[in-house]
């Protein structure tokens, strides 16, 4: 089954390197940020227990370089989490905040991204590359899902789609995203795409 994902991952790669040969000719590929938003208070609380992690501040460079490799490190960590970590609700004690923490056998969507942000990272991608990002699903349901910056666009690792996407090509309404230049710092969304999301009390 992994070959097989990592096999259409890779054919995905190729096609993209053709279809966008060009990316600056490309914008919509790239997700459009607006201004400070307010930071999840699943992600609060996880900074408050992993402080170092949230107050790296860098600049936001250039974006990572799609390269077969790197394409391959995001496929196999991506297709290895989503296998090996098995979907879980992890409610607090009170059962209403989701507590955001890395799983090592079960989890809730936001933990896959946080662990596969976190050997991305260790196998050599930057942070300001590797952005948790909160969407609203089709059936009006929160998600996380990761983002990856690189010069071919922003592309989607979720737990919930084998195949890594272009963020354009999924059916989510991106709300907010971490900043690119402070991990503790979260930016809206603008996404101005025909995507048909039910709406949730906000």
């Not at 936001?60 to 490799?69: F, M, Q, S, Y």
């Not at 948790?132 to 983002?147: F, K, S």
């Not at 890594?164 to 309404?173: A, L, Q, R, V």
């Not at 971490?178 to 906000?202: E, H, K, P």
């Amino acid at each position: 089954m992994i070959k097989k994902t990592i096999l259409l991952g890779a054919a995905l790669f190729f096609m993209c390197m053709t279809a966008q040969a060009d990316p600056s000719a490309s914008s919509a590929t790239f997700m459009k940020t607006g201004g400070r938003t307010s930071q999840p208070i699943g992600h609060y609380e996880f900074c408050q227990a992993h402080k170092s992690e949230c107050s790296i501040k860098t600049g936001e460079g250039k974006p990572v370089a799609l390269t077969p490799r790197v394409w391959s490190l995001l496929v196999q960590i991506n297709s290895g989490i989503n296998r090996d970590i098995q979907p879980a609700t992890d409610l607090d004690i009170w059962g209403k905040a989701e507590v955001w923490s890395y799983p090592t056998t079960v989890g809730d969507c936001e933990d896959y991204v946080l662990l596969k942000r976190r050997m991305l990272n260790e196998s050599g991608i930057p942070l300001n590359d590797l952005l948790i990002t909160v969407v609203r699903q089709m059936n009006g349901e929160g998600h996380a899902v990761l983002t990856v910056r690189t010069d071919r666009g922003d592309y989607v690792l979720d737990n919930l789609e084998p195949l890594i996407k272009p963020w354009n090509e999924t059916n989510y309404d991106y709300l907010k995203r971490q900043a690119m230049n402070n991990t503790g710092a979260w930016v809206s969304i603008n996404d101005d795409r025909q995507v048909l999301v039910g709406s949730i009390a906000q």
